[in-house]
């Protein structure tokens, strides 16, 4: 057997491996179909495994933010919680607080309690054991040796309308009706000598000096040594005892000293020395009469004794005590003891009631007394009026007696004076305010009468 040769170009041009080229596109198309579908398939794991991851991411999105929502849902739960606690706490405190704030107040008030209790005690203990050193002292000077200490505080508590039954602890009422009329001449009414007073008016011309003489400069001393420095017609002196001091005030004018009162009020109210000043437009004042003080508690709306107030008497039936005092349509002063019908007959204007008559005529009475703040009023022989306060019941002035008025009085030159009711009503006022001390522990007390004296210029005569 023959060896057959290939024929390789035979071969490559055999119609069955002739090139079909709609073949050829249909493999191109399928094969591009198959590279798609493959690359597809390649894809698809890589599309499968993103959508896995998107799928994946989402879900662990879904996931946190699911856990963000629990997360965030339990942290307000939590802070809700929180929030009811603290709230809860907020309420206790508060209700502890106002538990403890009340504990306190009810224990501060109870300590305030105790300790105003115990200062009670303690003020109680104290005052009687002063009550009781007092009552000691004065069983001792009342029963002691000396009738002169006896008399001396007998005297005093007597003239003191709060403590006048402090004698009646100690003695009998015969006892101190023998000691109150001890030492005092029995008063007779005398009548004042209106001779011994020649008032020195305005329009008066003293004599001149004569030509050549050496002119005085200034204001010059009167005949008693008082200056009018400030020309106000009032001269102001402090004046200074054992156991005393006060003020004397001069008034040059006596047309200027009028019995101020307002009896449309007797009864009603009475009035501060300085509410009457104000009220009559004055510059200066005492207080004057009596008035009813059932146990220091008056009102100082009703004298005790007759008034004349312009001419006209009041009180007449309730009589002068020791003694009265008041000015005629002259403006001399009388003292002594009247009734209303020598009242009339010597033209009195104004006038109180108090006594006892200290100078009558140039002449000291001769009289007993406690230590007791005072008032008084005197004139002297040229008409100027004085008017005298003595501060008492104080460490630097205990008060004074009767003989020590009638002391100052003639110092001054008083031809008449006599006593005005005194103790814790005794004031001056001066110069917008009261230049003495008030003795009375309850403050400035109202009276029915006083004493003014009128601005310069204007007189009881207008």
């Known amino acids: 057997m023959e060896d057959e040769v290939f024929d390789l170009d035979a071969f490559l041009n055999d119609p069955m491996f002739a090139e079909d080229p709609a073949a050829d596109d249909a493999d191109l198309d399928l094969t591009q179909a198959e590279q798609e579908e493959a690359a597809a398939d390649e894809a698809a794991p890589e599309a499968a495994a993103e959508e896995s991851e998107a799928d994946a991411a989402e879900e662990e ?23 009811a606690k603290a709230e809860k706490e907020a309420a206790k405190a508060a209700k502890k607080k106002a538990k403890k704030k009340s504990r306190k107040k009810h224990s501060g008030f109870r300590t305030f309690l105790t300790v105003l209790g115990r200062l009670f005690i303690f003020l109680l203990v104290t005052a009687m054991l002063l009550v009781t050193v007092a ?11 000396s009738p002169t200490a006896r008399n001396l505080v007998v005297m005093s508590v007597r003239e003191t309308s709060a403590i006048y039954w402090i004698a009646d602890l100690f003695l009998t009422p015969e006892e101190i009706a023998a000691i109150e009329a001890g030492g005092s001449d029995e008063e007779e009414f005398v009548e004042t000598d209106t001779s011994l007073i020649v008032i020195q008016k305005p329009s008066d011309n003293p004599e001149q000096p004569e030509e050549g003489d050496e002119q005085p400069e ?33 008034v040059l004018d006596p047309s200027r000293v009028i019995m101020g009162s307002v009896p449309k009020s007797y009864g009603g109210r009475g009035y501060t020395v300085a509410e009457m000043v104000e009220q009559f437009d004055a510059v200066a004042g005492i207080n004057a009469g009596g008035f009813e003080d059932p146990d220091g508690k008056g009102n100082g709306s009703i004298p005790n004794t007759m008034v ?5 008497v009041y009180y007449a039936e309730k009589g002068v005590q020791d003694g009265f005092v008041g000015f ?27 006594g ?44 004074a007696t009767y003989n020590d008025l009638i002391e100052i009085f003639q110092a001054y030159g008083a031809v008449n004076a006599c006593n005005l009711d005194g103790g814790s009503s005794t004031l001056m006022w001066f110069g917008g305010d009261y230049i003495n001390n008030c003795a009375s522990v309850i403050g400035i007390r109202p009276v029915p009468t006083t004493f003014l004296v009128l601005k310069e210029g204007v007189s009881d005569n207008g």
């Open 61 to 83: 999105t879904s996931g946190a933010a699911k856990r963000e929502a629990k997360k965030a849902k339990k942290e307000a739960a939590k802070a809700e919680k929180a929030a």
């Open 135 to 145: 009552y000691g002292a004065l069983y001792v000077v009342v029963k002691g040796p």
């Open 218 to 250: 200034g204001p010059q001393a009167d005949q008693w040594g008082l200056v009018d420095e400030d020309g106000d017609g009032i001269i102001v002196e402090p004046v200074r005892g054992e156991g005393y001091s006060g003020y004397m005030m001069v």
């Open 308 to 312: 004349v107030y312009e001419g006209k």
């Open 328 to 354: 005629d349509a002259d403006h001399i002063m009388h003292v002594g003891k009247m009734n209303a019908n020598d009242v009339k007959a010597k033209n009195i204007q104004y006038g109180v009631s108090f």
């Open 356 to 399: 006892p008559v200290l100078i009558s005529n140039g002449e000291p009475a001769t009289l007993s007394s406690g230590v007791n703040p005072r008032t008084a009023i005197g004139q002297r022989s040229d008409g100027a009026v004085l008017l005298l306060v003595i501060d008492g019941r104080q460490v630097i002035s205990l008060g």
